[in-house]
């Protein structure tokens, strides 16, 4: 089975935000670090009842948790997101296309794996190698790696049964690999 699309810039951006604010390692890191905040906070909170007199349990202050935790979440989200925004089309400025990643993409499924056809190249992956397969509603992404994709979009496609197939077929070849290997 295969397909020829083209991928826009969009598309990349797209790719690149999910993989910032959607994928497990991204969520486990913010997770970690809003755990990390809230400690200091309580630690914070704490703080004023540490008297020379011992531990006084009338000076704990819960404002440190109850008001500054939520106002620190939704300041540092605002600003992540303004940032991340604002690095990814750095970042995108310098892709040209037909030189590789922007321009005219044909990915083929087979028994064997998957290439990828571009204007610069062409890129062979065997079942074996795939790292998953998922899909948004958009997009479908082979990873060939932790953090290195083919973007696939829907929209190269017919209609929704035609990229559910597509979608069908590469997981279940991913899936067959692994239960080989």
């Known amino acids: 089975m295969e397909v020829e699309y083209e991928l826009t810039h969009d598309d990349l951006y797209h790719f690149q935000w ?3 604010f959607h994928s497990p390692s991204a969520k486990r890191k913010k997770l970690k670090f809003y755990l990390y905040t809230l400690l200091v906070l309580v630690f ?28 620190f979440v939704v300041a540092f989200s605002i600003i992540e997101r303004r940032q991340t925004r604002r690095a990814l089309l750095e970042l995108l400025k ?27 190249g062409e890129s062979r992956c065997s079942w ?31 209609n929704l049964h035609e990229a559910e197939s597509f979608y069908q077929l590469a997981r279940v070849s991913k899936q067959r690999a692994a239960l080989t290997n």
């Open 18 to 20: 999910r993989a910032c």
């Open 44 to 71: 914070l909170s704490v703080l004023p009842s540490l008297c020379s007199d011992g531990f006084d349990i009338s000076y704990v202050s819960f404002v440190w948790i109850l008001f500054f935790f939520p106002v």
């Open 94 to 120: 310098e892709e040209k296309p037909g030189r590789g990643q922007v321009g005219t993409h044909k990915v083929v499924l087979n028994e064997a794996g998957l290439v990828e056809s571009t204007a610069v």
């Open 128 to 158: 074996a190698g795939v790292d998953r397969v998922e899909h948004d509603q958009k997009y479908m992404y082979i990873y060939t790696s932790p953090h290195s994709a083919h973007i696939i979009p829907k929209r190269a496609f017919n």
